[in-house]
């Protein structure tokens, strides 16, 4: 039963007309992201590892700042508390309702940081290609051309990516914690939800979002409070010590505990939690 509200919760999100907004997503991704690096490739002769788009995207304020937003648009009415769901609801227990809400977060988190790795791939074709390590065209670009040490691309991937994480390691920390962000996001909602304040939980993230922004911009010293700054793994590492500015293992537990609260919140307050 828990998995078959989930996956009903995921069937209705992927119909409804708010999927539209991964279309403008693709337009903003290729514009800010994909150009670029294409650009860079012609310059350079060289073409880029297929990740590198992802690496980047995942990597980038200003996408970490734009794609959140467009997944709260995605979940603004989650969880849904029309069509089948007040059969759900009446019919199971509300602790199975419950979980069946917090499987469908994992779903549409793991739906939309999918999204974004596959998307970025193919808008990079025919410039891409399988490398063990990342391209020349990203890690030689600024002794090729040491006049465009403040271009775009540098900011895009910069130093501390390709200096202190293999390939693999980045692909990696990118997808698992570009998911805990969304996942976390979700669970605020749904915690809200529960508490029948879901304006709430939808504003909190909002301001979780724009204020984790400024404060990665600034570099702010309470700039670890947030999550946007955990899910920046570049910003763990300086540019050419191996010693981290933030260990990766700590992101990790900040997502996991914050995370492991909001769900078992949300079973506990659910109980008293009626659709309306």
């Not at 404060?215 to 702010?220: P, S």
């Amino acid at each position: 039963m828990v998995f078959q509200i989930a996956y009903t919760e995921l069937k209705n999100l992927l119909r409804s007309t708010k999927i539209i907004v991964l279309g403008v997503f693709l337009l903003f991704l290729h514009m800010q992201i994909v150009l670029p690096l294409r650009e860079c490739s012609e310059l350079m002769g060289k073409k880029l590892s297929w990740f590198e788009p992802f690496i980047a995207a995942s990597n980038s304020g200003m996408v970490v700042l734009i794609f959140p937003l467009f997944f709260l648009v995605m979940i603004a009415d989650f969880p849904n508390e029309g069509g089948i769901s007040p059969f759900f609801h009446v019919r199971c227990k509300k602790r199975t309702w419950v979980l069946g809400q917090i499987l469908f977060a994992v779903f549409a988190s793991l739906f939309v940081t999918g999204f974004v790795l596959v998307s970025s791939m193919v808008l990079l074709v025919p410039k891409g290609a399988w490398f063990s390590g990342f391209s020349d065209a990203v890690t030689k670009y600024v002794s090729v051309f040491p006049e465009r040490a403040g271009d775009y691309i540098t900011q895009l991937l910069p130093e501390n990516v390709y200096h202190q994480m293999t390939l693999k390691t980045a692909v990696v920390y990118s997808v698992s914690l570009l998911f805990c962000y969304f996942l976390l996001l979700a669970l605020v909602v749904l915690f809200f939800t529960m508490l029948n304040h879901k304006l709430a939980g939808l504003l909190i993230d909002g301001a979780l979002i724009l204020t984790g922004t400024v404060a990665c911009g600034f570099r702010l010293e309470g700039m670890w409070a947030f999550p946007m700054t955990h899910t920046i793994s570049w910003l763990h590492y300086t540019e050419y010590f191996s010693e981290p500015v933030f260990p990766i293992w700590g992101s990790y537990l900040y997502f996991s505990v914050l995370i492991v609260i909001l769900a078992a919140g949300s079973l506990i307050v659910g109980k008293r939690y009626e659709i309306i």
